[in-house]
């Protein structure tokens, strides 16, 4: 999935063939693993062969009682249609700031389109296109299964030094939940300031309080290890598929950071060996990852990736070490295409 931005003015990167392990990794979907499903690349037929001319004349006749909103995952054919484009957050306030817009149309997933629900007023409407359209991550805590969690975080007498961070890509319902109990909602661009304003609830960083990251556990452990200089030991991993989040009162007790058992079905499958072979095949090359990667894929500890980035940064230019980047300069990204 590393796509090459640009490639250097010497010569093109081919790209390998897909390796027999890769192929693995597309099939089928496991709660367990970091696997996602499959996705062949291709977009089937149109059902309606002027499905494109009645969509275009569809977005005339609405005119400015309509604003789409275009995810950067999108495609281009649907990205054609957008008013705007952007990461979920700045796409939802994007929206509240036209409330002479009648219709919301948002080409994105569900928790998308219920975060630009909150955000603008109750005469305007927001639409998902696809009610199916999903996001993997999101559906790994559901509002019941993080309420039982938050009974087991009391039963074992921690739930009062704890404070929920929830990541953008959760449901309104987990949005709610942390709400309620005195946390916040956070992008993978803020997730630090996020994390250490909700220690800072709870004695600061160097205390004894507590945060349960959710839903990525990834984000979380990132944040913690390379930008709050926690420990990997100071981290436990709540699985809502066992009893008791999998963990014994004694370790939710010394944990500093409680992450959900949930994760990215596509930035997990990126590997160090992806690393460090993009690095083999193309010396020089500057590494951008995205902080919802596992842990063994940051910079800091494979010394391999240049550096952690989040869906909307990895857009812009990034700054790196001096005679690292030029007009003929490589980059590769550690994130969906």
């Given at each position: 999935m590393s796509a090459i931005a640009e490639t250097s003015a010497a010569g093109s990167f081919d790209e390998p063939a897909p390796s027999g392990a890769l192929l693995l990794l597309g099939q089928g979907r496991d709660l367990y693993s970091?696997?996602?499903?499959?996705?062949?690349?291709?977009?089937?037929?149109?059902?309606?062969?002027?499905?494109v001319e009645r969509a275009r004349a569809a977005r005339a006749a609405l005119g400015e009682r309509a604003f789409v909103l275009g995810h950067h995952y999108?495609?281009?054919?649907?990205i054609e249609f957008a008013d705007v484009t952007g990461d979920s957050f700045r796409l939802a306030r994007e929206a509240a700031a036209r409330p002479e817009a009648e219709f919301i149309i948002f080409c994105g997933v569900h928790f998308m389109a219920e975060s630009a629900d909150i955000l603008t007023s109750d005469k305007q409407a927001v639409i998902l296109p696809d009610l199916a359209a999903g996001c993997s991550m999101a559906d790994m805590a559901a509002i019941h299964q993080v309420?039982?969690?938050?009974?087991?975080?009391?039963?074992?007498?921690?739930?009062?030094?704890?404070?929920?961070?929830?990541?953008?890509?959760?449901?309104?319902?987990?949005?709610?939940?942390?709400?309620?109990?005195?946390?916040?909602v956070c992008t993978s661009s803020n997730a630090e300031v996020a994390m250490r304003w909700a220690f800072d609830q709870v004695g600061g960083r160097d205390g004894t309080g507590k945060v349960l990251f959710l839903?990525?556990?990834?984000?979380?452990?990132?944040?913690?290890?390379?930008?709050?200089?926690?420990?990997?030991?100071d981290c436990v991993v709540f699985d809502?598929?066992?009893?008791?989040?999998?963990?014994?009162r004694d370790q939710l007790k010394a944990a500093r950071?409680?992450?959900?058992?949930?994760?990215c079905s596509v930035h997990g499958r990126f590997s160090a060996?992806?690393?460090?072979?993009?690095?083999?095949?193309?010396?020089?090359?500057n590494v951008l990852v995205h902080p919802e990667c596992k842990h063994e894929v940051s910079p800091r500890l494979t010394r391999s990736a240049r550096r952690s980035t989040s869906s909307g940064r990895s857009l812009r230019p990034s700054p790196v070490r001096p005679g690292r980047s030029g007009p003929s300069s490589t980059w590769c990204?550690?994130?969906?295409r």
């Amino acid at each position: 999935m590393s796509a090459i931005a640009e490639t250097s003015a010497a010569g093109s990167f081919d790209e390998p063939a897909p390796s027999g392990a890769l192929l693995l990794l597309g099939q089928g979907r496991d709660l367990y693993s970091e696997r996602g499903v499959e996705c062949t690349g291709a977009l089937p037929a149109a059902s309606d062969p002027d499905l494109v001319e009645r969509a275009r004349a569809a977005r005339a006749a609405l005119g400015e009682r309509a604003f789409v909103l275009g995810h950067h995952y999108q495609r281009d054919e649907i990205i054609e249609f957008a008013d705007v484009t952007g990461d979920s957050f700045r796409l939802a306030r994007e929206a509240a700031a036209r409330p002479e817009a009648e219709f919301i149309i948002f080409c994105g997933v569900h928790f998308m389109a219920e975060s630009a629900d909150i955000l603008t007023s109750d005469k305007q409407a927001v639409i998902l296109p696809d009610l199916a359209a999903g996001c993997s991550m999101a559906d790994m805590a559901a509002i019941h299964q993080v309420e039982e969690a938050w009974d087991v975080l009391a039963d074992a007498g921690v739930a009062d030094e704890t404070i929920p961070v929830t990541y953008m890509n959760s449901t309104a319902a987990i949005k709610a939940f942390t709400g309620r109990h005195g946390g916040t909602v956070c992008t993978s661009s803020n997730a630090e300031v996020a994390m250490r304003w909700a220690f800072d609830q709870v004695g600061g960083r160097d205390g004894t309080g507590k945060v349960l990251f959710l839903p990525d556990q990834h984000l979380g452990r990132n944040t913690a290890v390379l930008r709050l200089d926690l420990s990997l030991d100071d981290c436990v991993v709540f699985d809502p598929h066992k009893p008791a989040g999998g963990l014994s009162r004694d370790q939710l007790k010394a944990a500093r950071v409680i992450l959900w058992r949930g994760h990215c079905s596509v930035h997990g499958r990126f590997s160090a060996r992806n690393v460090s072979d993009i690095r083999a095949k193309v010396p020089g090359v500057n590494v951008l990852v995205h902080p919802e990667c596992k842990h063994e894929v940051s910079p800091r500890l494979t010394r391999s990736a240049r550096r952690s980035t989040s869906s909307g940064r990895s857009l812009r230019p990034s700054p790196v070490r001096p005679g690292r980047s030029g007009p003929s300069s490589t980059w590769c990204a550690g994130s969906p295409r």
